[in-house]
């Protein structure tokens, strides 16, 4: 599975972006699919995840309530959509993807290049 992100940017504090990304080699139909972040200095945390069948979904404390994760099997792509942004937002989001997993999965396989987040505050 190869996985393209993209969307991201920079918004002052209190936007909002969506973040996109695009599954190819298998269909987003059998894909568990979710979005990490890494600020600079940090490790890279999980934020949302999607399970494959799209009945359930999970989130980090820290973007519950403000970020929603989507799939678009029709397109083959998984989306976030993040409101209310705040300056500790910053950071490389990354997709990640495995087939027939769950939300919240602890061993996505494949890997997007990242899109940088910058919020001005």
């Known amino acids: 599975v190869q996985l393209q992100a993209s969307g991201g940017g920079l918004v002052q504090a209190g936007g909002s972006l969506r973040l996109s990304c695009a599954a190819s080699?298998?269909?987003?139909?059998?894909?568990?699919m979710a979005w990490f972040r890494q600020a600079p200095g940090k490790e890279r945390n999980y934020i949302a995840g999607?399970?494959?069948?799209?009945?359930?979904?999970s989130y980090a404390d820290s973007v519950k309530g403000r970020f929603t994760i989507s799939k678009d099997n029709a397109k083959n792509t998984v989306y976030l959509q993040m409101n209310s942004l705040k300056a500790e937002d910053t950071a490389v989001y990354y997709c990640?993807?495995?087939?027939?997993?769950?939300?919240?999965?602890?061993?996505?396989?494949?890997w997007g290049q990242g899109t940088q987040v910058t919020v001005s505050s």
């Open positions: 080699g298998r269909s987003a139909s059998n894909l568990g």
């Open positions: 999607i399970s494959w069948n799209s009945k359930t979904t």
């Open positions: 990640a993807a495995r087939p027939f997993a769950p939300a919240g999965d602890a061993r996505y396989n494949s």
